[in-house]
């Protein structure tokens, strides 16, 4: 993806920021929405202490804030400099530390081996390029490494997926989102152990019951 692309990616998140987090999954404003991502984020972590975590596409950074408070060593990578600031924004408020930069999610500017745990939420179908991030993905595990997933697919109404994106930022291989066994297909051969956690039936996750594909994909290196 060229510069121009990434230019208008970047602007289109960007200007959802201010009201991004309205969505209850987004915000984690309502406490049983919050405590709902408090228990599955638990759960996804390995035991042993606090782990360096990546979560790419940290968006205004609720899910970083959840993995700061529980005193893991949380790194936030965002392309929209405006959801980079809210996050920093939001754990400073919560008197916590994370560290955020301004990147691309599909390639983080990050160092190999670096991380225990890779954590992203509704990010690939946004990538035009969501195989190869995959793979630079895998890269940035350390061996015996989490990759937690959480992903769907958006519109089982049959209607075609078309990009949010202005022209020019690309055509998006899973607009709309990709369906659990498709996303396992390509993670599987980059990874040792896979397991897929439907996600559709706890309401208390989304702030209300959803009725399309949801769901953890969590593997390890």
């Known amino acids: 993806m060229g510069d121009s692309g990434r230019r208008a990616i970047a602007e289109y998140w960007d200007a959802a920021a201010a009201a991004f987090d309205e969505e209850?999954?987004?915000?984690?404003?309502?406490?049983?929405?919050?405590?709902?991502?408090?228990?599955?984020?638990?759960?996804?972590?390995?035991?042993?202490?606090?782990?360096?975590?990546?979560?790419?596409?940290?968006?205004?950074?609720?899910?970083?804030?959840?993995?700061?408070?529980?005193?893991?060593?949380?790194?936030?990578?965002?392309?929209?400099?405006?959801?980079?600031?809210?996050?920093?924004?939001?754990?400073?408020?919560?008197?916590?530390?994370?560290?955020?930069?301004?990147?691309?999610?599909?390639?983080?500017?990050?160092?190999?081996?670096?991380?225990?745990?890779?954590?992203?939420?509704?990010?690939?179908?946004?990538?035009?390029?969501?195989?190869?991030?995959?793979?630079?993905w895998v890269r940035l595990l350390r061996p015996g490494g989490r990759l937690v997933l959480v992903e769907g697919r958006w519109r089982e109404t049959g209607r075609a997926a078309t990009s949010p994106y202005p022209a020019g930022a690309g055509r998006l291989p899973w607009g709309g989102g990709v369906r659990a066994e498709e996303l396992a297909e390509a993670v599987r051969p980059l990874v040792s152990e896979l397991r897929i956690e439907p996600l559709g039936g706890e309401a208390e996750l989304w702030g209300g019951p959803v009725d399309d594909e949801r769901y953890a994909l969590v593997a390890r290196r």
């Open 24 to 136: 209850p999954d987004h915000g984690l404003r309502a406490e049983p929405v919050r405590a709902a991502w408090v228990r599955r984020v638990r759960g996804w972590m390995p035991g042993g202490g606090a782990a360096d975590v990546l979560d790419v596409g940290c968006g205004t950074g609720s899910l970083s804030l959840l993995l700061a408070a529980d005193g893991h060593r949380v790194t936030g990578v965002d392309l929209a400099p405006r959801m980079v600031g809210r996050a920093r924004a939001k754990l400073v408020a919560a008197g916590l530390t994370a560290r955020f930069l301004v990147g691309d999610a599909g390639a983080p500017p990050l160092g190999d081996e670096s991380f225990d745990v890779l954590l992203s939420r509704h990010l690939v179908w946004t990538l035009p390029e969501p195989e190869r991030a995959l793979r630079a």
